[in-house]
């Protein structure tokens, strides 16, 4: 099993479509991401985990799966970081591979030495936008195979039809 485990605050900073919405809303900068993480995991299967730090969310620890995608809030005086160094540890076995998507210089390095695989901010954008091409071109596919009705009518009955439809004679 592979998990992809996400700075989240660190993306929203490093992400442009993100780091905007961040300036007018922090709560719809985590929400987008964490669907973004939601299609992320749909197409590639990976089991994904959003790790954002308490200081800018009141209250104590916090866990809550939204679209499937699980969200931590750390506790308080526990950062992101930190808790991410204790997940890649504590998931860390012979058949899971762990991948830690952050920027921050450092955390790549102590999660490199766990022996999980890092992916910086950038690489996971790159990652999630051949996704969503690829997810556009399946469904344009698909839409593409489906016949507009249930029934196969030549061109000009189905004209006939729509015209009846609309009133018009």
Do not use: C
Not at 55 to 77: D, S
Not at 95 to 119: C, M, N, P
Request: proline residues 2%; charged residues 35%; hydrophobic residues 35%.
């Amino acid at each position: 099993m592979d998990i992809l485990i996400v700075d989240g605050y660190n993306i929203i900073g490093a992400w442009p479509e993100l780091d905007e919405l961040k300036k007018k809303d922090l709560a719809s900068a985590r929400d987008r991401l964490v669907e973004k993480m939601a299609e992320y995991q749909g197409y590639t299967g990976f089991r994904v985990i959003i790790v954002f730090d308490a200081h800018f969310v009141k209250g104590t620890e916090k866990k809550y799966k939204n679209y499937k995608v699980e969200v931590i809030f750390t506790r308080n005086n526990e950062s992101a970081d930190e808790r991410i160094e204790k997940l890649a540890s504590d998931l860390n076995n012979i058949r899971t591979q762990i991948h830690v998507a952050t920027s921050d210089y450092t955390e790549q390095w102590v999660i490199f030495g766990q022996g999980a695989l890092r992916k910086s901010a950038r690489e996971l954008l790159n990652e999630m936008n051949v996704i969503e091409n690829k997810i556009q071109k399946k469904v344009k596919k698909i839409q593409e195979k489906r016949p507009s009705s249930k029934i196969a009518l030549p061109e000009e009955v189905a004209e006939i039809f729509e015209k009846w439809r609309r009133g018009k004679e």
